[in-house]
């Protein structure tokens, strides 16, 4: 992996592959496109001299194309990120999240990028109440955003088996940690509470707070990564990307409060609309092709996004 390239890398998964990519022995080049919609610059700043960063919308082909001249491996983490906003916008996040994909893809193909892995989302399974989720599942997508995604995975599949392009799908469960944004109205749950917390006030959770989630720390996100780029078995596979366990919202907040060592009881609201009740990977695949093992808990990561929020305030 000497060239690689990380589509979306100003944002908070990429630019945390990002700086794993720059502690690889056998990567010499790291470069980035985003279009700095949700991406901050920030985000790269003390690693901005190492990368170089270029502004681009992955809908242009052309950029693409001339971008991937040379690279072996790309990380495709750009998309709008969002269940609600592809609800409230479904022609423009299909076109960055569908068109955008495939144009990722063709330009790979074209410019004889040897593997691309692409971030998938376990919004792909739906509403189905098994657990925990594995990948033989049959999908369930329920917003646009999971479509996309899901067809994000078939195209991959498909580039692998009519090309020979390597492709690699990694769905993601919840992922937190630095560099989440808190105060978008789509920010994950964990960097709310987080910012609540360190506002000194108690958060709003939705329902009983008995819903449960995969919480996966970042960085073991991006080991994922870096394992399903160098694993011989991995082009043409989709794997699950969580810890394999599930915490209830409940739980998040007991966990943070004795953490920061506070006393803040949280209010609870409404359920919210169309809520997953519970989320659980199973991550057998992972660990058997990939040798993925998170290796950062959930009070561990919880802690290390605290003590990176108060740094950064
Ligand atoms: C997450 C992903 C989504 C993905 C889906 C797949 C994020 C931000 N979203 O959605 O992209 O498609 O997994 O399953 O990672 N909650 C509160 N109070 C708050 C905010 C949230 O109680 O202030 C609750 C929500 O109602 C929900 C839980 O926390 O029950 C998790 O919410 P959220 O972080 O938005 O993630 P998902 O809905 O699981």
Redesign the pocket.
């Known amino acids: 992996m000497r060239n690689v390239l990380v589509t979306g890398g100003a944002g908070f998964i990429g630019s945390a592959l990002v700086r794993g990519l720059l502690e690889q022995p056998d990567v010499r080049r790291v470069m980035v496109v985003d279009d700095f919609s949700t991406g901050h610059e920030d985000n790269l700043r003390e690693v901005a001299d190492r990368v170089e960063i270029h502004r681009g919308d992955i809908r242009n082909y052309a950029t693409l194309e001339r971008l991937f001249d040379g690279v072996h491996v790309v990380f495709h983490e750009a998309a709008i990120?969002?269940?609600p906003k592809s609800i409230e916008d479904p022609r423009l996040c299909h076109e960055v999240n569908v068109d955008g994909t495939f144009n990722v893809l063709q330009a790979a193909v074209d410019q004889k990028v040897r593997r691309v892995v692409f971030a998938a989302?376990?919004?792909a399974?739906g509403n189905a109440p098994e657990l925990p989720k594995r990948e033989d599942m049959l999908p369930d997508p329920r917003?646009p955003?999971?479509v996309h995604?899901l067809a994000g995975e078939m195209y991959l599949r498909t580039f692998w088996e009519s090309y020979g392009l390597e492709t690699v799908a990694l769905r993601y469960?919840?992922?937190f940690g630095p560099r989440q944004d808190p105060k978008s109205p789509?920010?994950?749950?964990?960097s709310?509470?987080a910012d609540r917390l360190l506002a000194g006030k108690a958060?709003?959770?939705?329902?009983d707070?008995e819903?449960s989630?995969d919480f996966i720390f970042v960085e073991n996100i991006v080991q994922a990564n870096l394992l399903a780029a160098r694993s011989e078995k991995a082009p043409g596979r989709l794997y699950n990307c969580g810890c394999g366990g599930r915490v209830t919202?409940n739980q998040v907040w007991d966990a943070m409060q004795r953490v920061a060592g506070v006393n803040l009881p949280a209010s609870h609201g409404p359920?919210?609309p169309g809520?997953?009740r519970h989320?659980q990977a199973d991550i057998s695949l992972a660990r058997r092709d990939l040798g993925f093992e998170p290796s950062i808990g959930f009070e561990q990561g919880m802690q290390r996004t605290l003590d990176w929020l108060r740094a950064s305030k």
């Open positions: 990120a969002s269940v989302s376990a919004a399974y917003s955003y999971a995604k469960f919840n992922v789509y920010s994950g749950v964990l709310i509470f958060p709003t959770i939705h329902g707070g819903q989630r919202l359920d919210r809520d997953v989320s």
